[in-house]
């Protein structure tokens, strides 16, 4: 089984930073897509980005130019650098994983709040 933890979440203040961390541990063959999304109370769970092995990066147009996707491939492990926060950003934040042969792989999340 493969799971996925996030790491990084917490709490800070508008125009601040975060960098949330996303490892993947277990039998793992591959991972084709690496992605964060995340969830305000309330609301749907929305993308925010996601790389894929073959270079394709997509952002949500709310977090471009302000968010980062980056893979360590060697490693699992997968990051989002969050910059010029808002409040609007605060959320669960989960990072999810497609997996080759395995499918569809969800972290249990981390919360991120944005607050003065």
């Known amino acids: 089984q493969v799971q996925l933890v996030e790491s990084g979440g917490g709490l800070v203040q508008p125009g601040g930073s975060l960098r949330l961390s996303c490892a993947a541990s277990?039998?793992?063959?591959?991972?084709?897509?690496m992605g964060w999304y995340r969830q305000a109370p309330g609301k749907e769970r929305e993308l925010v980005a996601r790389a894929t092995s073959s270079g394709i990066i997509n952002y949500a147009d709310s977090v471009k130019a302000r968010f980062t996707i980056s893979r360590d491939n060697a490693k699992n492990t997968w990051y989002l650098q969050m910059n010029s926060l808002k409040p609007e950003d605060t959320a669960v934040y989960y990072c999810?994983?497609?997996?080759?042969?395995?499918?569809?792989?969800w972290g249990p999340g981390t919360q991120v709040t944005v607050s003065s």
């Open positions: 999810n994983a497609i997996l080759i042969f395995q499918g569809n792989i």
């Open positions: 277990g039998s793992i063959f591959s991972i084709n897509t």
